[in-house]
């Protein structure tokens, strides 16, 4: 016979409560979890493997890089060379024309000699000015 509170809340109804006792056939030997120690090991495993892959992937960038280096070396060598002379051509051209200016500053101070040190400091900056437009020309073209 149902009870006053089921009759009022028919869908309610009591649940059977049934005895619980606690399982007999568990391996208490071994633990359900992996313990601290075996999780450290994984995690240093794992570690150590990707350390390994890293490293197979750097010495295979190395190879490529070495390769590449033994190929720029001759170009390396060439662009000094060009770098030496471009440096020396302006250095050259730079006398010239400090040398031709002094020559025709100082040449209004000589009486006779004027016309052959004018004709002299003349050369002087055409030659400076000369290197330099070739120095330039040059640079140009190769870019």
Same mark, same amino acid.
């Given at each position: 016979m149902p009870s006053a509170e089921e009759a009022e809340h028919p869908r309610k109804r009591?649940? $059977?409560?049934?005895?619980?006792?606690?399982?007999? @056939? !568990? @391996?208490?030997? /071994?633990?359900?979890?992996?313990? @601290?120690?075996? +999780? !450290?090991? $994984?995690?240093? +495993?794992? +570690?150590? /493997?990707? !350390?390994?892959? @890293?490293?197979s992937r750097h010495l295979t960038q190395i190879k490529q890089l070495v390769a590449r280096v033994e190929q720029l070396g001759p170009e390396n060598a060439r662009l000094h060379e060009a770098l030496g002379n471009a440096r020396a051509n302006n250095a050259i051209s730079t006398v010239l024309m400090v040398v031709g200016g002094f020559l025709v500053s100082y040449a209004t101070f000589t009486g006779k000699a004027a016309p052959a040190l004018a004709n002299a400091s003349a050369g002087c900056l055409l030659a400076g000015i000369f290197l330099m437009l070739v120095q330039s020309a040059l640079h140009r073209r190769k870019s």
């Open positions: 009591k649940k $059977a409560v049934i005895g619980k006792t606690p399982p007999t @056939d !568990l @391996d208490v030997s /071994q633990p359900a979890f992996p313990t @601290d120690h075996e +999780r !450290l090991d $994984a995690m240093t +495993r794992e +570690r150590v /493997q990707s !350390l390994e892959k @890293d490293k």
